[in-house]
């Protein structure tokens, strides 16, 4: 890994690449600490300590505990991206021909998808603001008007525009998935105050004959995330190499064609996309607490979609096996790939081409999901289920989340800078 960063900063493009993200992201950092206007400051620290601030800190990146510009972070644009791959599955018939017409068609599905951004963001940000002012005893709104409110949600839907203007500017002049690596950014922010946290809760304020276990657990947390993140990076890395034939090429000897599927084709996504799902409905029950808070739909919903009961922590297991399949198919489309090799007079041995290329490709994708899905959900769920049984930091639990999202950034990262080094390999021997 040092020596792909050493080779990475000798190239003039790739550096460029890799200033250009971190000045992006430290544009992001001072936002995130830049409070609203017409928040009461005295009021935020009772915001920080609700449960709902660590989900959905998650997911938006961090600046939800200064109720910043960018508390939503890119949480609605995320939300907005599931409604219309949802939509895309032969529901609405123009957005699945959008999806026929190449870079045309994607050109016009973001600016669709931005444009319900702006909308989730707005609603979404009322809903939060409404919910919170409702759970601080002092208010967190210091003028209650609907005037206030209103120039609030137009604040933090700018924010959450701006944000997702900034990932999208790492894509096309940085490194990786923007709003992945924005995402990335906030929970590494959070760590090391999670660690110290974390160290004050078992070591400082324990007694003095507690102290000793205490820093036998922290050790523990530490040896068991690297072990757990050991294991999460092989997983992340493997593949299933199936392998391919040319009919017009000729074969050297020795040399073979694959075809590399991942054991976990969606990556990430599914977990981010999961998070972003259950994290909304939670939001807008907030809003409904003060008047509804006894009654027993509300206590039932708010089991349901809160990350801090195990009910909850199953759906949302649950939901990120689904978003595995569902990615995984979105990621690899079996019908484009079969037709694809088909035009390039490639064949999978023993497999027709045409439809029984689609029908092997799909299979082999549904249990490939099989396995990445379960290994995503047990990631997720098992953290999530030790806070809600034994009582650990609730940043244990929602540890497995971070993880999952910080180490599939990170090797996406690591694969581009890759990729970059190899075009200027093959750059330098055609020159």
């Known amino acids: 890994m040092f020596s792909t960063l050493k080779n990475a900063f000798k190239d003039k493009e790739i550096r460029n690449k890799i200033f250009f993200t971190l000045f992006i992201l430290l544009l992001y950092r001072i936002g995130a600490n830049i409070t609203v206007p017409g928040i009461n400051a005295k009021a935020i620290n009772q915001v920080a300590q609700t449960g709902l601030v660590p989900m959905l800190d998650t997911v938006s990146g961090g600046g939800l505990d200064n109720y910043s510009i960018f508390s939503l972070g890119v949480s609605p644009y995320i939300t907005a991206q599931i409604v219309i791959q ?12 959008w999806s026929k017409q190449g870079e045309v068609g994607r050109r016009k599905t973001n600016q669709l ?10 609603v979404q940000s009322i809903g939060i603001t409404l919910g919170f002012n409702v759970l601080t005893q002092m208010g967190l ?10 120039q609030i949600g137009i604040i933090m839907t700018a ?56 820093i036998l657990f922290f050790v523990g947390i530490i040896l068991v995330v690297l072990i757990v993140t050991q294991f999460v990076t092989w997983v992340q890395q493997a593949d299933r190499r199936v392998p391919i034939q040319y009919t017009r090429r000729a074969v050297i000897s020795g040399s073979k064609s694959f075809l590399p599927l991942k054991v976990n084709v969606s ?6 996309f999961a998070s972003s799902f259950i994290i909304t409905p939670a939001t807008i029950l907030m809003a409904f607490q003060k008047n509804y808070g006894n009654t027993q739909w509300f206590k039932v919903l708010n089991q349901i979609f809160s990350l801090q009961t195990t009910p909850g922590a199953i759906i949302y297991t649950v939901l990120i096996i689904l978003f595995t399949f569902f990615y995984a198919f979105v990621q690899v489309n079996p019908e484009k790939l079969a037709e694809n090799l088909q035009k390039q007079g490639a064949y999978i041995p023993s497999v027709w081409p045409g439809k029984d290329t689609e029908k092997y490709v799909s299979s082999l994708l549904m249990r490939l999901s099989t396995v990445g899905s379960v290994f995503l959900g047990l990631v997720a769920l098992l953290p999530q289920l030790a806070t809600n049984l034994w009582g650990l930091p609730s940043s244990i639990g929602l540890g497995g989340t971070s993880l999952l999202i910080v180490i599939g950034v990170v090797l996406e990262l690591a694969r581009q800078i890759d990729g970059l080094l190899m075009k200027r390999e093959y750059v330098g021997f055609i020159r």
């Open 86 to 97: 949802l939509l895309q599955m032969d529901i609405v018939p123009r957005l699945v021909e």
């Open 113 to 122: 998808t931005r444009y319900l951004a702006l909308v989730v963001a707005f």
């Open 141 to 150: 709104v210091k003028n209650q008007t609907p005037q206030t409110y209103i």
């Open 159 to 214: 924010g959450t525009m701006l944000l997702t203007w900034l990932g999208d500017e790492i894509t096309d002049k940085g490194l990786g998935n923007g709003v992945s690596v924005i995402i990335f950014a906030g929970i590494i922010a959070r760590l090391p105050r999670g660690l110290v946290s974390l160290f004050q809760d078992q070591v400082i304020n324990n007694t003095a004959a507690d102290r000793w276990k205490g």
């Open 267 to 272: 990556g990430v996504i599914p977990v981010i």
